[in-house]
C-alpha cells in the first residue's frame, strides 16, 4: 500500500476518534474541535511516510501537540481580548450556573482537574481512549515502563484526590479495645 492509501486508510478509521480525543480536552471549545483536527491530519499527511502500522496512538501523540498549540493560542487570545476590556464581564454578561445544573459524576471530573496535566492526560488516554500500555507509551512518546510507571502514580494521586474531597465520615461510638486471649494472660 502506498503512502497516500495508508494515510486515507487512517484517516477514514480513525478521523471520529481523534475528533472525540480533540472534544474532550478542549472543555467546551467546539468551535475549535475541527481546526486542531484539520491540523493533526495535517500533521498526519505531511508525515505521511512515518505513520505506523498502528496510526491510532501515533495520531493521539500528534494531536496532544495540535491541542498544545491551540491552548497557548487560546490563552493569548483571551489575554488580549482582556486587555482591551472586551470580555464578557466588562459588558455584564456573565453566565450563572443554577443549583441544579451540575452533573452526575462531576466530582471525578473535579478530581481528575486537580491533577497535573500529565496525569489527566495518562488517565484519559486509558480511560477515555481506551489504550493500552504499549500504545500509551506511543502517544506519551516514552516507553512502556515510563507509561506504566506514569499510570500506576496517576491512579494513585487520583485516588489520594477523591479521598480528599469525601465529607469525613462523622465518628461515631468507637468500641473498646478487647485484649487478646495472650494480654489476658499476661496482663
Excluded at 92 to 105: M, N, T
Aim: one cysteine or more.
Amino acid at each position: 500500500m502506498s503512502n497516500d492509501e495508508t494515510f486515507a486508510a487512517a484517516y477514514r478509521e480513525h478521523y471520529w476518534a481523534v475528533s472525540r480525543y480533540v472534544a474532550r480536552r478542549l472543555d467546551g471549545r467546539t468551535s475549535e474541535v475541527e481546526e486542531v483536527v484539520a491540523e493533526v491530519f495535517a500533521v498526519a499527511w505531511r508525515r505521511r511516510s512515518d505513520l505506523p502500522a498502528c496510526p491510532l496512538p501515533w495520531l493521539y501523540g500528534v494531536a496532544r501537540n495540535c491541542l498544545s498549540n491551540a491552548v497557548r493560542g487560546y490563552g493569548r487570545r483571551r489575554r488580549l481580548v482582556d486587555k482591551l476590556g472586551h470580555d464578557e464581564t466588562a459588558h455584564g454578561r456573565q453566565i450563572v450556573d443554577s443549583p441544579d445544573s451540575e452533573q452526575p459524576g462531576a466530582w471525578v471530573h473535579d478530581a481528575l482537574a486537580r491533577l497535573a496535566p500529565a496525569d489527566q492526560e495518562v488517565l484519559r488516554l486509558t480511560t477515555w481512549e481506551e489504550l493500552g500500555i504499549d500504545e500509551v507509551a506511543v502517544a506519551l512518546g516514552c516507553g512502556s515502563r515510563a507509561a506504566a510507571m506514569r499510570l500506576h502514580r496517576a491512579r494513585r494521586r487520583l485516588r489520594a484526590e477523591i479521598d480528599s474531597m469525601r465529607p469525613a465520615v462523622a465518628a461515631g461510638p468507637t468500641t473498646p479495645r478487647r485484649d487478646t486471649p495472650k494480654e489476658q494472660r499476661h496482663g
